[in-house]
């Protein structure tokens, strides 16, 4: 069930401009050395200063696309999908070039780590464009018992993903078919909604249709579902498209939801949202 879950709930190679990118590793986890070959650098909003931007450095064990990263109006989530179940380690590097924490993902387990003195930055740059450094772990002993980062990185960093042109004020087309995705979900119509989906989703979810517990999680789900929906804008570039929304969740917070459609067989489907949640 947490396939269904993964499903619905994330809202509910190199680019040219990374000519110059080298990054690896090594994680120590519990004594077993896992050794992370790939990276990728990019800026992002600060997840505790909406004004501040952060330079985030993932180090991963399986390989980054960064040619499909390159446009995606969702980096954070673009990433995530890509990494799913890899061994990861995202540095968060403030803009004055001190850590804000480390976060580790090793499966479908995660955990962050943050405080001074435990380790070693070395940062010979960290601006818009690249990033250069390393970071290291200061106690030998973490490395048999506890979490110990052996890290380097030189990366440049992509620029703004071109999304498109706007959309109309409605958000078009493909604001049409976002609604007749949220009608289908508050409905509870699977039929509806598995054509209102891309194939790849609409397949995951009928896979699962007739699973005991499919209800009760499907329940969950139509419970995340937006709420009052807004249409704030939108781009969209051949096939692809970018809405953002506001509305609310069950529970009368502000929820701003950032929606990728996706154009198939010359009907646009609901591809991915990921929501951020404003607590009253």
């Known amino acids: 069930m947490n396939t269904i879950l993964r499903l619905l709930s994330s809202g509910l190679a190199f680019a040219s401009g990374l000519a110059l990118a080298d990054g690896s590793g090594t994680l120590y986890n519990d004594g077993k050395a896992i050794a992370l070959k790939h990276a990728y ?24 696309d960064a040619a499909a990263l390159a446009d995606a109006s969702d980096r954070d989530g673009a990433i995530d999908d890509q990494l799913r179940e890899a061994t990861r380690v995202d540095l968060n590097l403030e803009g004055d070039g001190s850590v804000q924490n480390v ?26 464009k690249r990033v250069e450094g390393s970071f290291r772990s200061n106690d030998e002993a973490d490395k048999k018992s506890g979490k110990y980062y052996d890290l380097a990185f030189a990366l ?6 071109d999304l498109g042109a706007a959309l109309p004020a409605n958000g078009g087309e493909q604001g ?14 699977i039929d509806a909604l598995a054509k209102s989906m891309t194939k790849a989703r609409a397949d995951e979810l009928l896979a699962h249709r007739n699973d005991k517990d499919f209800k009760m999680m499907f329940g969950f789900i ?3 579902a937006l709420r009052e ?9 051949g096939d692809h498209a ?35 949640t404003t607590l009253k």
């Open 242 to 276: 970018s809405l953002e929304y506001t509305g609310k969740d069950a529970d009368g917070n502000a929820v701003t939801s950032t929606v990728s459609m996706l154009r198939e067989g010359g009907a646009w489907k609901m591809e991915k949202e990921a929501s951020k």
């Open 176 to 189: 049409k078919a976002y609604l007749a995705y949220l009608a289908a979900l508050k409905k509870g119509d």
């Open 156 to 161: 440049d960093l992509p620029g703004a993903p």
């Open 103 to 128: 976060n580790t993902h090793i499966g479908y387990s995660s955990g962050s780590q943050s405080g001074s003195g435990w380790y070693t930055l070395s940062l010979k740059r960290n601006d818009d």
């Open 229 to 237: 929906p807004k249409y704030v804008k939108g781009n969209g570039k």
């Open 41 to 64: 650098a990019y800026r992002m909003p600060d997840p505790f200063d909406k004004d501040k931007q952060i330079t985030r450095v993932v180090f991963a064990d399986k390989p980054i």
């Open 222 to 224: 139509q419970g995340q």
